[in-house]
């Protein structure tokens, strides 16, 4: 086996058609982490002239001239391979401490057990835990901060669109169905528009007090994935104008209904039914033209960013404006993107994170309880491992952090 450094055309070669393939190992991030000023460097292992092994990995100057190294959802290697795994590291290591490195940290997409859609482990399923060990024996240790998304929901894309719908929480498909009657109109953003997506995002943000990315990155984003089709920013938006006129269509129709079973005369429960029905249309028809006075005849309610890249239809955020939830809109913006992944032969479509805590009590329930309803099922992956490369430096760090904390 013999250790070397990639071109990237060589390591874009190989990552595309490994099983453990991320965006976050794609030379589009590795240009993103260059911008922002991190070095970049694409190694690997070749054995009789093959890649065997590859990684991109990217370091930050921290203290004392000493550089953290890491290897985002890398390496790209089969952790039960020991032989392989153990080479790998031990010139990785090398090579980063040549180059003033003092740590390496890891993520790789790699499960750790099979779970099922209640997070319940799946007995006589995928089992990675040797490799954990493999890990652990060359020195790795478990990240208690791991900065990537640990547990996942994903759907295979196996069935047809009416079989989807049909396996889904009835909750979930009514929201779906209420979103179509209303017209929502679900699009892709363009450049320009980033900074509605932005404040789309903010608004669940500030609701669920989590930090959003600012302006840039997702400029970046569009500029280093879009080119290559390997990133959507949607939109969905209410069309007051056509809603109104939807519903000024069913309410005539209704009347014409009850006039005809007022001339059969028939029986005043069955009437009854249709002149509720024309109350309730009548309230919506009042709300709508309140929001359309309120915020104009487009009004933008949700958004998705979402990576498609490999497998993989990846729903990377989503953001929602409470006051218009009621409408449909986060339930048609994912319906809408499984049809993408259908349509475009990808194989899962990965709702991506969520806790990993099955309490209902949970703070962060809703998250999955909302993913959950589109049926699938939880992926736990191995988390996030470190080497300390330099332990002079790496207690030195630790040691500063725990003063500092």
């Given at each position: 086996?013999?250790?070397?450094?990639?071109?990237?055309?060589?390591?874009?070669?190989?990552?595309?058609?490994?099983p453990?393939?991320?965006f976050?190992?794609?030379?589009?991030?590795?240009?993103?982490?260059?911008?922002?000023?991190?070095?970049?460097?694409?190694?690997?292992?070749?054995?009789?002239?093959k890649l065997?092994?590859?990684?991109?990995?990217t370091?930050?100057?921290?203290h004392?001239?000493?550089?953290?190294?890491?290897?985002?959802?890398?390496?790209?290697?089969?952790?039960?391979?020991?032989?392989?795994?153990?080479?790998?590291?031990?010139?990785?290591?090398?090579?980063?401490?040549?180059?003033?490195?003092?740590?390496?940290?890891?993520?790789?997409y790699?499960?750790?057990?099979?779970?099922?859609?209640?997070?319940?482990?799946?007995?006589?399923?995928?089992?990675?835990?040797?490799?954990?060990k493999?890990?652990?024996?060359?020195?790795?240790?478990?990240?208690?901060?791991?900065?990537?998304?640990?547990?996942?929901?994903?759907?295979?894309?196996?069935?047809?669109?009416?079989?989807?719908?049909?396996?889904?929480?009835?909750?979930?498909?009514?929201?779906?169905?209420?979103?179509?009657?209303?017209?929502?109109?679900?699009?892709?953003?363009?450049?320009?528009?980033?900074?509605?997506?932005?404040?789309?995002?903010?608004?669940?943000?500030?609701?669920?007090?989590?930090?959003?990315?600012?302006?840039?990155?997702?400029?970046?984003?569009?500029?280093?994935?879009k080119?290559?089709?390997?990133i959507?920013f949607?939109?969905?938006?209410?069309?007051?104008?056509?809603?109104?006129?939807e519903?000024?269509?069913?309410?005539?129709?209704?009347?014409?209904?009850?006039?005809?079973?007022?001339?059969?005369?028939?029986?005043?429960?069955?009437?009854?039914?249709?002149?509720?029905?024309?109350?309730?249309?009548?309230?919506?028809?009042?709300?709508?033209?309140?929001?359309?006075?309120?915020?104009?005849?487009?009004?933008?309610?949700?958004?998705?960013?979402?990576?498609?890249?490999?497998?993989?239809?990846?729903?990377?955020?989503?953001?929602?404006?409470?006051?218009?939830?009621?409408?449909?809109?986060?339930?048609?913006?994912q319906?809408?993107m499984?049809?993408?992944?259908?349509?475009?032969?990808?194989?899962?479509?990965?709702?991506?994170?969520?806790?990993?805590?099955?309490?209902?009590?949970?703070?962060?329930?809703?998250?999955?309880?909302?993913?959950?309803?589109f049926?699938?099922?939880?992926?736990?992956?191995?988390?996030?491992?470190?080497?300390?490369?330099?332990?002079?430096?790496?207690?030195?760090?630790?040691?500063?952090?725990?003063?500092?904390?």
């Open positions: 086996m013999k250790f070397k450094e990639l071109t990237e055309q060589e390591f874009s070669n190989f990552l595309d058609k490994h453990l393939r991320n976050l190992q794609t030379p589009n991030i590795a240009h993103m982490r260059k911008e922002a000023g991190r070095n970049i460097y694409y190694v690997g292992v070749e054995e009789d002239e065997i092994a590859a990684s991109f990995i370091s930050k100057k921290t004392f001239g000493q550089q953290e190294f890491y290897a985002p959802r890398g390496l790209l290697v089969d952790y039960k391979d020991k032989k392989t795994l153990e080479f790998f590291v031990e010139n990785l290591k090398e090579y980063i401490k040549a180059k003033k490195g003092y740590i390496l940290r890891i993520d790789p790699y499960i750790k057990q099979q779970r099922d859609i209640n997070g319940d482990i799946v007995e006589g399923g995928i089992d990675n835990r040797s490799a954990i493999n890990l652990e024996d060359l020195g790795f240790q478990k990240s208690k901060t791991p900065e990537q998304v640990t547990w996942s929901f994903v759907l295979d894309l196996d069935k047809s669109e009416e079989e989807l719908l049909k396996n889904m929480r009835s909750f979930t498909r009514r929201n779906i169905n209420k979103a179509i009657k209303n017209k929502i109109v679900v699009r892709d953003a363009k450049y320009d528009e980033l900074n509605l997506v932005k404040e789309l995002l903010d608004s669940t943000c500030e609701r669920k007090h989590f930090a959003n990315r600012d302006l840039k990155y997702f400029q970046d984003m569009y500029k280093n994935f080119e290559e089709n390997l959507k949607v939109i969905a938006e209410l069309n007051t104008d056509i809603m109104l006129e519903l000024n269509q069913e309410q005539e129709e209704t009347k014409k209904i009850i006039e005809k079973m007022k001339q059969q005369n028939s029986k005043a429960e069955k009437i009854k039914k249709h002149q509720d029905n024309l109350e309730k249309m009548n309230k919506q028809t009042e709300e709508i033209k309140t929001l359309q006075k309120e915020y104009g005849k487009i009004i933008p309610a949700s958004t998705g960013v979402f990576i498609t890249y490999g497998d993989d239809v990846l729903y990377l955020f989503g953001g929602n404006r409470k006051e218009f939830m009621h409408f449909g809109t986060p339930y048609i913006i319906w809408e499984i049809k993408y992944g259908l349509k475009n032969n990808f194989k899962r479509y990965n709702f991506y994170g969520i806790s990993g805590n099955f309490d209902k009590n949970d703070k962060d329930y809703g998250i999955y309880d909302f993913k959950k309803g049926t699938g099922y939880v992926e736990e992956l191995i988390g996030e491992y470190f080497l300390p490369i330099n332990k002079f430096y790496y207690n030195l760090f630790n040691l500063i952090h725990k003063i500092k904390h």
